[in-house]
């Protein structure tokens, strides 16, 4: 007899994790199939690249990186614990309200802007700058414990400290409360009787293995657009958004922002009117030395020298939803005329700041464009309606894939209040 789950998820990143761990609290029978393994959290450069897919390494068409999860907790262990709620902006068009769902997350996720210790000297001096330049900036709320950071910078390389909140503590919630988490599980395709969904079929170590339930909910990020297309739903993955984003250092003489922490402070004046945040963060050396590579090739690598001399910060976009996934992790994701216009303004905004504060204009370096928040493949209203299902009865999308349009924004609070109100949702349709 083959066990048959309330619900399986099937990746466990901030959108999965959330939907596994509400349904196991309200005594649901929930299976989380994973892809990728169970990385340890070590704060440095090996933890970052076994739980980027290809190691961080895959870049568009058009020759631009983009990164994609393969691991438990999916990309929110390389967040940088920056706090953004759902925005209206994204959400009004479509209907849905997050309020009440992000306020939950709030306090689930030890949101708070951090104490001016662990913000930093160095932050402080650039919202210092930027106001003398003329911009709004304010302290970021980070879904960081302070009592357990260090302040030691490493956000985006895996806390080690457990101080930052990442979807697995959400997955280790869902099982203390019984769920089943299996490891290294592909899910390939999903099972399909009289157009409702009745199971998954799945790849592990070679093997392949079914398992069956009354709903399946993928959040697997990229791969969803490839399941629901075997699946005959054909429209997915055309077109998509990854909040293109753009890295621009420069040196100030006696400051460096190499171990500062990312994101805690920032400028969102501009996102209402013109979907431009700036935000200070900056790739440690091992990504500047592949990103010096993509922007400039030989010529570019010798300002490597200069790694630990850079004050860095980014500037991310709403970026327009263009591109098609071809197969596997080929796909083309063009910036555009507008998204560029909107990198340009915002590079031009940090390069002010970044004068303001001290750095010699010769110094200042924008990098090339990458992406790092995948997301709007199986946009709502396009591929899921409004409770996140798709056409095919019981079978839902909940991460990034389902946003509408691009966020612009930190991704991980809204994924995460999608998960609630998708478990609101299934905790309605399946009954007691
Ligand atoms: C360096 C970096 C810094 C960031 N900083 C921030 C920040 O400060 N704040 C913020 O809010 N956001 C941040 N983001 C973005 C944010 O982390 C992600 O956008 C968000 O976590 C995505 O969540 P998700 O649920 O959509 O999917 P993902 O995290 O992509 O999860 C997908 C999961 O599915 C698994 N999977 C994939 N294919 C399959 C398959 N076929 N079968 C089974 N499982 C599969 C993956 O291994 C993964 O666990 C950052 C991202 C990066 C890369």
Redesign the pocket.
């Known amino acids: 007899m083959n066990k048959e789950y309330d619900v399986i998820v ?7 994790a959330t939907v596994a761990r509400e349904m196991a609290l309200r005594g649901k029978k929930v299976l989380m ?4 393994g169970n990385t340890t959290m070590m704060g440095n450069t090996l933890t970052m690249a076994f739980i980027l897919k290809h190691y961080g390494l895959i870049r568009s068409e058009e020759k631009n990186t983009v ?10 262990n ?7 709620p759902p925005p209206r902006v994204v959400f009004d068009p479509v209907g849905i309200d997050l309020s009440a769902e992000a306020e939950e997350a709030r306090r689930d996720m030890w949101i708070q802007v951090q104490p001016d210790e662990l913000i930093g000297p160095e932050n402080l001096r650039l919202m210092e700058a930027a106001h003398n330049a003329g911009y709004s900036w304010s302290r970021m709320e980070k879904f960081i414990d302070p009592k357990k950071c260090t302040g030691a910078g490493s ?2 390389l895996g806390c080690k400290t457990g101080a930052k909140w990442t ?1 697995r503590v959400y997955g280790d919630e869902a099982i203390a409360h019984g769920a089943e988490l299996k490891l290294n ?4 395709g999903v099972i399909v009787e009289n157009g409702k969904v009745t199971g998954v079929t ?1 790849s592990r170590l070679g093997m392949k293995k079914n398992y069956y339930g009354k709903s399946v909910v993928l ?5 969803n657009a490839y ?1 629901l297309r075997r699946a005959g739903i054909r429209e997915a993955g055309h077109g998509f958004c990854c909040d293109w984003l753009q890295f621009v250092g420069g040196i100030i003489p006696g400051m460096n922002t190499s171990r500062a922490t ?2 805690a402070v920032g400028g969102m004046e501009h996102y209402e009117s013109d979907g431009i945040v700036v935000l200070p963060v900056f790739p440690n050396w091992a990504q500047f030395l592949v990103l010096l590579w993509f922007s400039g090739g030989t010529a570019y690598l010798p300002k490597f020298a200069d790694f630990w001399k850079y004050t860095g910060l980014m500037v991310k976009v709403r970026d327009e939803t263009t591109g098609e996934l071809y197969k596997g992790v080929h796909f083309s994701k063009p910036v555009t005329e507008r998204d560029k216009k909107r990198l340009d303004k915002g590079v031009d905004i940090i390069r002010r700041v970044l004068l303001k504060a001290g750095a010699h204009p010769d110094s200042v370096l924008p990098l090339r464009p990458s992406g ?4 709007g493949t199986c946009r709502i209203g396009m591929v899921v309606d409004g409770n996140l299902e798709t056409r095919i009865q019981n079978l839902y999308c909940c ?3 389902v946003f509408p349009s691009s966020l612009g924004l ?4 809204t ?1 995460v209040a999608l998960g609630k109100r998708l478990g609101k949702h299934l905790d309605s349709r399946l009954g007691v």
């Open positions: 099937c990746g466990t990143g901030a959108g999965g199939l994973e892809a990728g990164t994609f999860a393969d691991n438990y907790g999916g990309l929110s390389l967040a940088a614990g920056c706090a953004a956000c985006m979807a599980t592909k899910v390939t799945s959040s697997t990020g990229l791969d399941i990312p994101m790092a928040h995948p997301s991460d990034a894939s930190p991704v991980v609070w994924a």
